[in-house]
């Protein structure tokens, strides 16, 4: 399956990114006034291979949920238990993704890929209602060995978790959704995000390490220094990406790597999330390079190691508000943007069609 998915993924449609930037010359506005809205929506246009690409709608939101065995080494002051009892937040509509999936008309599908905590096996949380949160259990195994003392997965680990990604991506697609919005829940899941950007960038790890959901000073000098000791351990090899992700990364992180896989090949937009969504990417992207033309940063996470990831990938995020609590819902503010920038394309007038003279 993953050989098949990188394989369909190929580059931006030259003649139908042409065409776009020509219509946005006619349009009735000065050249260049969307600023970036512009280059997405050519860029979304070169994806489709289709002048003017399709409105990216309607939304799917997938939360890839993993617990992680670094979590002994106190990296996080939240107990690993609070990654199953979200889960049933979500499932419940109670948490932030919920509220915004909710304004966004998105649809939310929680993916347990590796919870230490067994969890109910659901279809949907509400079944007579068809935009209820959908539980999918694909549980690789529960939770991440300590990546401070082994590899986080085996080479088959990983490889499962990328497969269940692009799995969900297929779903999702053929289910009818126009663009796909990355999600994550796992404490702890900042450590090893940290640990793949310095891989695949090779950032210091005082650069790609975060505070995640809030530590102290001591706590995120070790914290440094856990992800420093992670790599010097494994050494791994950003030129085989399965090997970092079973190295030092965790199961949501690769089953996003999956899910990005996907959507690329189906030529479909991912929106990405936070610090843990673009460490996917990196995955990704080493995976396939021509992925990327797939991605949009929903926004810059206050997390130092995510404008590392972003700037390597070539990524311009959409917003800015200094967020960090994943789940998703970074990319969810973003997604009137991206709508934004393609509807221009399809409803905005020309100078010829509204008469108004050009200068």
Known sequence: MLETTIAAIRPLDEAAMAAARELHGRLT?????????????????GLAGACPPPIPEPAA?????????????????????????????????????????????ASVTVVDVGVATPLPVGEVSDPADPSAPRLVAASVRPGTRDLTVTAAL?????????????????ELIDAG?????????????TTPAAALIAAFTGADPL?????????????????????RAAL??????????LGVLAAVGGLEHAALAGLILGAAARRT?????????????????????????????????????ATVALRHLGLDPLIDLGLRLGEGTGALLAL???????????????????GVAEK
């Open 29 to 45: 506005k000065p050249a260049g006034s969307l600023g970036l809205l512009e280059d997405l929506s050519v860029r979304l246009a």
């Open 61 to 105: 939101v997938a939360i890839f949920a993993g617990d992680h065995g670094v979590h002994a080494q106190g990296v996080s002051p939240w107990p690993q238990e609070v990654t199953a009892q979200m889960i049933g937040n979500f499932l419940a509509g109670g948490a932030v993704v919920n509220a915004f999936a909710r304004q966004a008309g």
């Open 154 to 170: 085996t080479r088959d680990e990983a490889l499962e978790a990328v497969r269940t990604g692009i799995r969900i991506a297929d």
């Open 177 to 189: 959704a126009g663009i796909l919005l990355t999600g994550d829940m796992g404490i702890g899941n």
């Open 207 to 227: 650069d790609s390490t975060g505070r995640g959901t809030g530590i102290d000073d001591p706590t995120y000098a070790r914290k440094v220094a856990l992800v």
């Open 232 to 241: 010097a351990r494994h050494a791994p090899d950003p030129a085989d990406p």
């Open 269 to 305: 937009p991912v929106l990405l999330d936070g610090v843990i969504a673009v460490s996917a990417a990196l995955a990704a992207a080493a995976f396939a390079p021509d992925a990327v033309a797939a991605m949009v940063a929903g926004h810059r996470s206050a997390e130092p190691g």
């Open 336 to 354: 009137p943007v991206v709508t934004g920038a393609v509807r221009v394309l399809h409803d905005v007038a020309t100078f010829d069609s509204a």
